[in-house]
């Protein structure tokens, strides 16, 4: 008990250390609170020998049931989960009715133990399914492992329930002594260790996946960055014999920024990239590029299929009423497209053609959709070349 208790207390300060720093992990003032709670309770366990057991008994119980019942609300919190009160409260009040007004329960330990350890079993049960649930909307390394571990200390805390009516034990000094208690008291003592470390870990984990996530994102359209793009087409082109890449510029955008100002040519990309990205398929990839350039891959889009579809968003954004301010701004863009099948599974090239196939559609009026062919990505390329070639010759003569 004194392990136990000195324990729970350095955890809870560590908890509530990650608290003060960060206040949107209420996980860890739920997790700081039912820790200090166990601490109190295991105190008071330790008391009982010194009689009083209404104190050391009865509100020892109460405390246990609540520090279970403050960890499940912990987890719920930690992955955006309602916290019902009445849930948090059910476990101590069940607890003290029974002590209060059931004397078989107040007058004889074995009973004791059994209604703790349901209460006990269950909150632990709930924990360990909501961890796992959890999964699906989050993966984290540690979050499987704790979810087993919760799961299986629900479960060997319910085989003290068996335990008091196979093998009844004996009141002793305020408190019950048997071998199979003195088994599962370790057993307590160890989960209180591993809860608390995973507790910690589950959170540094979750820091590390959202500072990934924000490396990866670009941070005002809140859609892929280039960088994250690039990583997945790797894994996306590999070996691949179908899919199209679609390259997208807003057209007269320099425009909307000198009339309207940045923040409304703000305004625009995000609203372009919420429109575009309601419209996406599975396993598609979309980003942006940078400045009003995006990219698109879709993985199962011949040629054909990719121009009908980007033809559809074209027909989409020209219809975007986006108001800044009170006034209206019209958008349109421009739509590159190269496809794997002819131009190979190699992104530089790929990326190259539906530039160039961009490059064209700007030349051709703007509010397009041009396809790549293997004439006009070396036609895009050679302007694409000339282009510094006469700026260097530029600079040569001025100097």
């Known amino acids: 008990m004194i392990c136990t208790f000195l324990s729970t207390m350095v955890v809870g300060i560590f908890m509530l250390q990650v608290w003060l720093t960060d206040r949107r992990h209420a996980a860890a003032g739920y997790w700081c609170l039912s820790m200090w709670v ?3 309770c295991t105190l008071l366990f330790a008391l009982r020998p010194a009689g009083f057991p209404m104190l050391t008994v009865g509100f020892g119980n109460a405390l246990a049931a609540l520090a279970y019942a403050l960890m499940w609300s912990g987890f719920r919190v930690f992955d955006r989960r309602p916290v019902y009160p009445l849930v948090v409260l059910a476990g101590p009040a069940l607890w003290c009715l029974g002590y209060l007004f059931v004397p078989q329960i107040s007058g004889d330990v074995n009973n004791r133990i059994i209604l703790s350890s349901a ?9 360990g399914v909501d961890i796992w649930r959890g999964r699906s909307g ?16 629900g479960v060997i805390y319910s085989l003290r329930i068996p335990m008091a009516f196979l093998s009844p034990a004996a ?12 088994v599962f008291s370790l057993e307590l003592f160890a989960h209180t260790i591993l809860a608390a470390v995973a507790m910690l870990v589950l959170i540094k984990e979750r820091g590390e996946a ?12 809140g859609i892929a960055n280039r960088g994250s793009f690039l990583d997945d087409m790797q894994a996306r082109l590999a070996g691949r014999a179908e899919g199209t890449l679609m390259i997208f510029d807003l ?5 909307i920024n000198d009339t309207y100002g940045h923040a409304a040519g703000d305004a625009v990309l995000k609203h372009f990239s919420a429109g575009l990205s309601h419209r996406l398929e599975e396993g598609m990839l979309f980003s942006r590029f940078g400045g009003e350039e995006f990219a698109l891959f879709a993985p199962r889009y011949a040629i054909g299929r990719a121009e009908a579809f980007a033809e559809a968003l074209r027909h989409e954004v020209a219809a975007m009423s986006v108001v800044f301010e009170d006034r209206e701004i019209g958008v349109s863009v ?4 190269a496809d794997v099948a002819t131009f190979g599974s190699d992104f530089d090239r790929l ?20 396809r790549a062919t293997p004439a006009t990505a070396l036609a895009g390329l050679a302007e694409r070349m000339r282009a510094p070639a006469t700026l260097a010759t530029g600079v040569a003569i001025t100097g």
């Not at 057209?251 to 425009?255: G, H, L, Q, S, V």
Request: charged share 15%; no cysteine; hydrophobic share 45%.
């Open 171 to 182: 009141l002793g000094s305020g408190t019950a002594y048997s071998a199979w208690f003195a």
């Open 334 to 337: 421009s739509i590159g497209l």
């Open 351 to 370: 990326h190259s053609a539906a530039d160039g196939a961009l490059y064209a559609a700007k030349e051709a009026g703007r509010n397009r959709v041009m």
């Open 210 to 221: 959202l500072y990934r996530q924000a490396s990866r994102t670009d941070a005002l359209t």
């Open 119 to 127: 209460i006990i079993t269950t909150y632990s049960l709930w924990m």
């Open 251 to 255: 057209d007269r955008f320099k425009a």
């Open 38 to 40: 166990g601490s109190l």
């Open 138 to 153: 989050e993966t984290l390394p540690t979050r499987s492992m704790s979810a087993v571990f919760f799961l299986s200390h």
